[in-house]
């Protein structure tokens, strides 16, 4: 996939999903060190990264979240983030396990 920003190519690697709470699959999660620059949401195929800038709660919210239903696991988020904000659900490093859970529950209210 080329990314029509960059014009570089994407390669795609494909992580095994992690099941969460309400059994949603999750293949990425954004962390609590993103800075909401949007640079992955412009880089998703699926549109699975929230709130958008136009949308009711983004000045709320502290960081960008995905949609475990929609995230189609193509990575192209996890590269273009400049905070490394983005991680596949099961490298999740140990201080950020509670990120999951967080990103699921954005999208279950």
Not at 3 to 12: A, D, E, H, Y
Not at 19 to 28: D, G, I, N, V
Not at 56 to 78: F, H, K, R, S
Request: with cysteine; proline share 6%; charged share 25%.
């Amino acid at each position: 996939m080329i990314n029509m920003r960059t014009g570089l190519c994407i390669s795609f690697r494909f992580h095994r999903p992690v099941r969460f709470a309400k059994e949603s699959l999750m293949a990425h999660v954004i962390v609590d060190t993103c800075k909401k620059d949007n640079l992955c949401v412009d880089s998703c195929p699926s549109e699975a990264i929230r709130p958008l800038k136009d949308e009711a709660g983004w000045e709320a919210a502290t960081q960008l979240y995905i949609n475990p239903e929609e995230c189609m696991d193509c990575g192209g988020c996890v590269a273009e983030c400049p905070t490394n904000s983005i991680f596949p659900a099961e490298e999740l490093p140990a201080d950020k396990q509670d990120a999951a859970e967080k990103n699921a529950a954005y999208f279950n209210k």
